[in-house]
């Protein structure tokens, strides 16, 4: 069975179906490269006012278009064909746009490894048995297998990403919930939302956490400082809520013996120990990392590469298999967002928008985190948190002359808006989309409203709680 279910999972999971096929996407601005050479500079004696006006019309339509996904484009066609049009126009130059891309690599690479660790992780059984043992330790109740969900998410997030928690552990927790004949919602709700909740326990924990990292290289005390006790309150406010509103649902006990031993989730015993011991190491070395400031993609494709080399070594899975379960998409659509966001800069609005920030905030750290918390968490539900976070990034590069603890604030406040902000609707990040299209594969139907209602009843407390907390570690 757990054979079967890893097969069903790499047609719903994160590198799979629609998204496994964004790698040709990567390529969609090769064209444009030539093209920006030979194409006529139409706009060669154009005024700077005029290109403004240009690329923020461009960018705004990419970012209309990330939204509403007219004719079901991939968000990573939307943004590159925005990108191309720029680099066509003139209003970007090539050598730019490949600086712009380059100087990311850290970002790109960290993408790769995270997917790749959690591809090989998976077909190892090692989710599957983390499942399975939860459940057990559970002992027939259906409040401590909620609990245990919870801690199962954090555990996964903290070390794998909120991307492996929502899209891997969902189909592993609807097939165990099904088996045990339990109520599947309020576990799988508990799933997708831990996944964000839990996501800025460690830098490793969110992509964008690494995405704000990259140009703003806390390092790993000065991080769990201001965000590690500010995601425990949201976790433990996250639980509080969901015990309380699913308090119906989660009365009475399972039947244990329904349960698979946890040893059938493991296809092969000397494969699943290897990962296991990788994976460990891989945490440990993420820590150290981060303390001694090395970029995490180092340890993200070190772990991955380990990993795939005991996959090939006990033929459990080759380097193409493993390509078709990841994400290749989510490379075309961060690069496109890098190029539009440089090219806004380049215009000076985004020095005008860091500037509209400092005022906002009255040049004070509890402004800082009030108007950095409300607008990347407004910015993440409108245009997804991968493009906000860049802006924010890059508009926080012009407050170099505000005093430290406004810097701070506004840096903490950026990683957790756009972190936790994705928890009030689907929009906010890729992870709650797939994660309604990976139950609706199963026959389940989540509407957009059905989670906005749940997100609204939680979400606002997590956000005022938390950031309450980063103000008061800011003093």
């Not at 045990?180 to 576990?187: A, F, K």
């Not at 193409?320 to 990841?326: A, D, L, R």
């Not at 756009?418 to 389940?444: F, K, M």
Request: aromatic share 12%; charged share 10%; proline share 5%.
């Amino acid at each position: 069975m757990a054979r079967r279910e890893a097969r069903a999972r790499k047609g719903s999971g994160a590198g799979s179906g629609q998204e496994g096929k964004g790698l040709p996407a990567a390529l969609i601005l090769l064209p444009f490269f030539e093209v920006s050479y030979c194409f006529p500079r139409c706009l060669k004696f154009v005024s700077q006012p005029v290109k403004t006006v240009l690329i923020t019309l461009i960018t705004g339509l990419v970012l209309l278009g990330v939204m509403l996904r007219p004719w079901k484009l991939n968000e990573a066609v939307v943004a590159l064909a925005g990108a191309g049009l720029l680099l066509v126009l003139g209003l970007i130059t090539p050598q730019a746009l490949l600086l712009t891309l380059v100087q990311d690599w850290n970002t790109f690479f960290f993408f790769l490894g995270m997917m790749g660790l959690s591809a090989l992780a998976e077909t190892a059984g090692f989710f599957d048995w983390l499942a399975a043992v939860t459940a057990r330790l559970a002992g027939g109740s259906r409040r401590q297998l909620f609990l245990n969900t919870f801690l199962l998410g954090s555990l996964i997030s903290m070390f794998l990403s909120n991307d492996a928690t929502a899209l891997i552990l969902t189909p592993i927790l609807y097939s165990l919930t099904t088996r045990l004949r339990l109520p599947v919602l309020p576990y799988l709700f508990a799933c997708t939302f831990i996944a964000d909740t839990a996501s800025f326990l460690l830098p490793v924990s969110n992509p964008i956490n690494i995405i704000v990292l990259s140009a703003f290289p806390l390092d790993l005390w000065t991080f769990l400082r201001f965000l590690f006790v500010p995601s425990l309150v949201a976790i433990s406010i996250n639980i509080g809520v969901f015990f309380w509103l699913y308090r119906g649902p989660l009365r009475g006990q399972f039947e244990s013996k329904r349960l698979p031993p946890a040893s059938a989730s493991i296809p092969h015993q000397g494969y699943f120990r290897y990962t296991c011991i990788v994976l460990g190491l891989v945490a440990i070395c993420y820590v150290i990392a981060a303390a001694v400031r090395v970029p995490l993609s180092f340890i993200a494709m070190a772990g991955a590469l380990t990993l795939l080399f005991g996959a090939w070594y006990w033929k459990q899975n080759t380097l193409k298999e493993t390509g078709k379960q990841i994400s290749w998409s989510i490379f075309g659509f961060i690069a496109g967002m890098f190029i539009l966001v440089q090219a806004l800069e380049n215009t000076g609005l985004i020095a005008q928008f860091g500037l509209l920030l400092l005022h906002l905030s009255g040049g004070t750290s509890e402004g800082a985190v009030l108007v950095g918390t409300v607008g990347t968490v407004a910015g993440t539900n409108l245009i997804n948190n991968v493009p906000m976070a860049v802006v924010m990034t890059s508009s926080l590069h012009h407050l170099a002359h505000a005093p430290l603890a406004v810097q701070q604030g506004f840096i903490a406040a950026t990683i957790f808006g756009c972190d936790l902000g994705p928890n009030v609707t689907t929009v906010g990040s890729l992870a709650p989309v797939l994660w309604l299209l990976i139950l609706r594969r199963r026959g389940l139907e989540v509407s957009g409203l059905d989670y906005f209602k749940v997100g609204v009843m939680v979400t606002p407390l997590m956000l005022v709680a938390g950031a309450f907390t980063i103000w008061l570690l800011l003093q």
